[in-house]
């Protein structure tokens, strides 16, 4: 059974929103590139997601630097510049690629920060030049929303895959290329030249980007004939990948492909869909890397990997650590923080006593905050701070806003600007009118 993250998903209704939003993020992600120094195998063209969207993350221009993020959520295309205010457009039904090609250079423009770009999209057959298509011009909130959600739940996953491997490895990134969600290891041997074969996509980068033995894993949301599919593969493919063993079940070899894939709906339908996915991700890599002798015991390790310090730290996710696995240093005080659904509370407690709370009402698909109590018995421990970051963190996982009237969590949020994200401004606004 489907779970709010991770949903089903409208694989045939979806793909004209698919379409459109494979040549959106071409045009800002080929901003990037033309913006940044080469890195190899194209990490420099990457996008990657955030708890509203995608994001191209800090990129330089002259002395000063930019970022565009692609606001799924809140249906905006925004530009932040390290000088003066940011600037937007509203996403909308109906605007074609064409029209959104010259808005965002003319927010560019706007942040005074100009660009110029190739215009013909990659790795697309028959590819319409961007100024020149007006046909794909499918926005679908719901759609996207849905899209995002799934990123949002994959890049989770394969952040803790990743977190297992000491050799060389890829950050979890977007290709707008190919559209998908993905993370690479390399063994740090090289490998055979790539022979290339895409479309719209130059045979030396292909080369380049294929330099070293990899394997990689990703999220395709899919086309009109194929659905949304987890994948695995390795280059080179060593004898024998095809045959092995992997799992979870409904994982299999797809010849087509040449590649392992696991239908998104077998993870979205399983008990544990991200322990699904994990096995998939480290079964695939396990079985080519043994295949392939890669020195396993040098570079891979157990995860959660790093100092003793950090592996017990305060407010560990659970499914890294587990309870057990945090020591308490003998004599100080226990801090636990828990999410009552049924009393529309989250509340922490010292030793197993209840020290204090923030209630919310949970109303239109927002949290809304409204009040906080902490036990000012209990000083020096941080309840207040420790509260409001797990509630936070715990609803930043449902992709939902959060309208803090609460003073004490509009001022923890405040003096904390990494989750200012969270908030739904226009509706702190229209509530705190009242």
Known sequence: MASPTWPDLPTVDWQPTLATLHRWTQVIGKIRLVQSPWLNHSWNVALYVTPVGLTTGTVPHGDEAFELTMDL????????????????FDLKDG????????????LMDKIEMPVSIYT??????????FPDDHENATFDHDHARALHRVLLSTNGVFERFR???????????FFWGSFDLAVTRFSGRTAPPHPGGLPNFPVDVAAEAYSHEVTSVGF?????ETEPIFYAYAYPSPDGFADATVGPEGAFWLDALGEFVLPYSAVAAADDPADALLTFCESTHAAAADLAEWDREALECDHPHGPDWWVNRPHAPAEATGPAEQPEQAGAPVVETHHDEA???FVVTVDGVERG?????????????????????????GLGSAVVRFALDHIRTTGEPVVPLCPFVA???????????LVDQERLAMLSER
């Not at 013909?120 to 030049?129: K, L, Y």
């Open 163 to 173: 977190s297992g491997y000491l050799g060389k490895a890829s950050r979890v990134h």
């Open 343 to 345: 009393g529309s509370r």
């Open 357 to 381: 709370f923030t209630v919310y009402r949970h109303r239109g698909g927002r949290w809304i905050f409204v009040h906080t109590e902490i036990d000012d018995s209990v000083g020096g421990l």
């Open 73 to 88: 959520r809140n249906k905006r295309m925004v530009a932040i510049r390290s000088h003066g205010e940011p600037a937007w």
């Open 120 to 129: 013909t999209p990659s790795e697309i057959a028959d590819a319409v030049p």
């Open 411 to 421: 001022g923890w949020i405040e003096r904390h600007p990494e989750y200012a994200d």
């Open 95 to 106: 605007m074609s690629v064409a029209e959104f090609y010259e808005r965002t250079l003319k």
């Open 220 to 224: 395709w949301p899919g086309d009109a």
